[in-house]
């Protein structure tokens, strides 16, 4: 089944026309990635997947994307329960001033989804433990979430949103400030939550592209230009700027 | 002729030295003989009893009372503005008049808000000279300022923050409420300590709406008139014939004292919020 679907979609910041007729089905418990050059629109799509977009003003959009079955664009759609379902992780880890625990019972708290404390505790550790850091942090949970490593930040990222059950993740160049080896491990924990989860990656490295993701979007001055299973994009890429870009043409 | 830059250096250095020097000695002068000449009547009954028994503690209960009711009354409204202005207005031409009404609201001398006082609350509202009446002067006065201190608290709250909020489904409000609000709260409150120094001394605004040349018993209530600190200070030592200095320095570092402890308990809120919120 197909999780994310874009019919006809655009995106304009007042006159400026960013995404162009986007049309795309993308599928579940798979990670996606979105790759090509800077300033191409790939923030763009990403943001519109749970229209974090709106919260930019003169952003406006015609077509549709159907998340979960729901045209999301429609009126109706109640904006805070999509994003719930949504979850986001930045290019900056970027958690809450306030204790490890409290960043990720944060969600749950604030809309009440739970309230007793020993259910919050289980969420809790179960998100960190998702994303491998219970071990390390199990006895600093009280401590800020500022003093953790912008690699275990990041993880608590991920944890945060994990606490309110997504379906889908959305990173956007989530990696792009860790080292290697943080890289790594990161990337060894995105493989293992598509299991659960629909993923969708934007990323500037192609080689993580190649290495992580099941298919790929290529995308050119807010067109989609292809997209296609990792595999053929970058061994039999069918148009010519995706070979281009893939060669390195566009630096 | 060129200065060698290591020369040039320490005389910088000598220069902005002493012109740090200059500002603060007055103040650390104005301090020395207040406290000074003040201290030695700095006594219980000085400070307890009425005015006809050569006391002040009427004035000292006026600006408090003053001084509380407009705070109370200011700083909601303010912090409330600004999170509009900050946080839902749109970009458009309304609210950029809005904005700049503000900023020059602040630069009106403090004298022309007590006569939109007198007309509007003493005699339009009906109010009286009272300290209701002062206190919403006082009130207006600080308006814009608190709300301009409390704006650049807000915005000086990363954007991540809330981009990440809304991004696990709170609301716009719920963001404000539980992530903006909180990690901007000392720098509102810095504000607010530095608004309340102000009004406590500020005497032109209360003069017409609430502040008595001599009352002989306690405001009853927020609408009576009252004697203030400032107010009695000037009457004292300008009025009055053969009033001895240190009842004057006495009155003077008792208003000294009353807007630092007021001022105290913003500080000790703003070091709760400090230590649980930091980034
Ligand atoms: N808030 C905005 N207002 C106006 N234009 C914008 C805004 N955000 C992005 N754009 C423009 O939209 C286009 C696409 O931007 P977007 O951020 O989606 O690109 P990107 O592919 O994510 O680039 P990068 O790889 O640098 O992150 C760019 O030309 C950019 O200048
Ligand atoms: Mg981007």
Redesign the pocket.
Same mark, same amino acid.
């Given at each position: 089944m197909s999780q994310i679907i874009a019919k006809n979609f655009n995106l304009y910041?007042?006159n400026?026309h960013?995404l162009k007729d986007i049309n795309v089905t993308i599928n579940e418990h798979m990670i996606t990635a979105m790759i @090509?050059p &800077? @300033?191409? +629109?790939? &923030? &763009?799509?990403l943001r519109a997947i749970n229209r974090i977009n709106d919260t930019?003003e +003169?952003v406006t959009t015609t077509g549709q994307i159907n998340v979960l079955g729901q045209d999301i664009y429609n009126k109706k759609v109640n904006i805070n329960a999509l994003r719930r379902n949504v979850g986001m992780v930045f290019q900056r880890p970027n958690p809450f001033p306030i204790s490890i625990y409290e960043n990720v019972a944060f969600g749950l708290r604030v809309n009440r989804i739970l309230t007793k404390k020993n259910m919050i505790d289980i969420i809790v550790e179960k998100s960190l433990r998702d994303v491998l850091l219970w071990k390390d942090l199990k006895d600093k949970l009280k401590k800020s979430a500022l003093n953790l490593t912008l690699e275990q930040q990041q993880r608590l990222c991920i944890a945060r949103v994990l606490a309110v059950e997504p379906h889908i993740i959305l990173l956007d160049?989530s990696c792009s400030s860790l080292d290697p080896v943080a890289v790594q491990r990161i990337e060894e924990l995105m493989l293992k939550l598509k299991d659960q989860y629909t993923i969708v990656m934007?990323t500037?490295n192609m080689q993580q592209a190649a290495r992580i993701s099941h298919d790929t979007i290529f995308?050119l001055s @807010?067109n989609l230009v292809e997209f296609n299973t990792t595999k053929n994009i970058f061994s039999k890429p069918i148009k010519r700027e995706t070979q281009d870009y893939i060669s390195g043409k566009y630096g | 002729m060129k200065i060698n830059p290591k020369l040039s250096q320490q005389l910088s250095y000598c220069i902005l030295f002493l012109v740090t020097i200059c500002a603060i000695t007055p103040v650390v002068f104005i301090f020395f003989l207040i406290i000074k000449n003040g201290v030695p009547n700095l006594t219980i009954k000085f400070l307890t009893s009425m005015t006809k028994d050569g006391g002040i503690f009427p004035a000292i209960i006026g600006t408090f009372t003053i001084v509380v009711c407009s705070i109370i009354i200011v700083f909601p409204v303010g912090v409330f503005a600004a999170i509009y202005l900050n946080e839902y207005a749109k970009r458009n031409l309304l609210t950029r008049l809005i904005k700049l009404a503000i900023v020059n609201l602040a630069g009106i001398p403090s004298v022309v808000y007590g006569l939109f006082g007198l007309s509007i609350f003493v005699m339009f509202c009906k109010l009286g000279v009272s300290i209701i009446s002062g206190a919403l002067t006082l009130s207006i006065m600080e308006l814009p300022v608190i709300i301009t201190t409390a704006r650049n608290a807000l915005n000086n709250v990363p954007y991540s923050f809330r981009e990440a909020s809304l991004a696990l489904g709170m609301s716009r409000w719920q963001t404000v409420k539980y992530i903006v609000l909180p990690n901007a709260m000392p720098g509102i409150l810095t504000g607010t300590i530095l608004s309340i120094a102000r009004i406590s001394g500020e005497t032109a605004p209360i003069l017409f709406t609430a502040a008595a040349f001599y009352v002989p018993h306690l405001p009853h209530s927020i609408f009576d008139q009252v004697m203030t600190l400032p107010y009695h200070l000037y009457i004292t030592s300008t009025q009055v014939p053969c009033v001895s200095k240190t009842i004057l320095f006495g009155t003077a570092l008792t208003l000294l004292i009353i807007v630092l402890t007021i001022s105290l308990f913003a500080i000790i809120a703003r070091l709760y919020f400090r230590r649980h919120r930091k980034w």
């Open positions: 910041y007042n400026f960013a @090509g &800077s @300033g191409c +629109g790939k &923030s &763009s799509f930019i +003169g160049e934007v500037h995308m @807010g | -």
